[in-house]
């Protein structure tokens, strides 16, 4: 039953994306361009809100569905993979007018091409599962 849930979530999160247009080509180079805040301040929101959440779940001692407290706790910094990781992740962002997380959503919403971002996407996974040895940590 959690897995219906999660669908309908999934579902209705892709549905928000659309509506506010966070998931349109348009408005994603208009954000690279700089000639719009509606993506900046979708962003900058979005961070607002998760730090809340975060104080919040650390200040009251939230726990998860299993009963474990949720601590997230900080991750060191790694420079030059962050940096390297970053270039990636926006060179693909600029290529496909996409980030990862609303693909599925463009899917939903009739452009099919974004299969191809989808696959390439589970491609770049699985190449990096194979060079994580390899590659700055």
């Known amino acids: 039953m ?9 579902v209705l999160f892709g549905g928000i994306l659309v509506k506010a247009e966070v998931v349109s080509w348009f408005r994603i180079q208009e954000m690279f361009w700089f000639q719009s805040f509606h993506m900046y301040g979708i962003i900058g929101s979005a961070i ?4 809340l959440s975060i104080w919040l779940m ?11 407290f ?3 706790s900080p991750k060191p910094l790694h420079k030059k993979a962050n940096l390297f990781g970053g270039i990636i992740f926006g060179l693909g962002w600029a290529l496909t007018g996409a980030c990862p997380g609303p693909l ?34």
Do not use: C, T
């Open 2 to 10: 959690k897995h219906i849930y999660a669908l309908l979530l999934g």
């Open 48 to 51: 607002a809100v998760g730090a």
């Open 58 to 68: 650390k200040r009251f001692g939230a726990k998860s569905l299993s009963g474990e």
């Open 70 to 72: 949720i601590n997230p």
């Open 104 to 137: 599925f959503a463009l899917v939903g919403s009739g452009y099919g091409i974004m299969l191809v971002a989808i696959l390439s996407a589970m491609l770049g996974v699985v190449a990096y599962g194979h060079l994580k040895d390899k590659l700055p940590h």
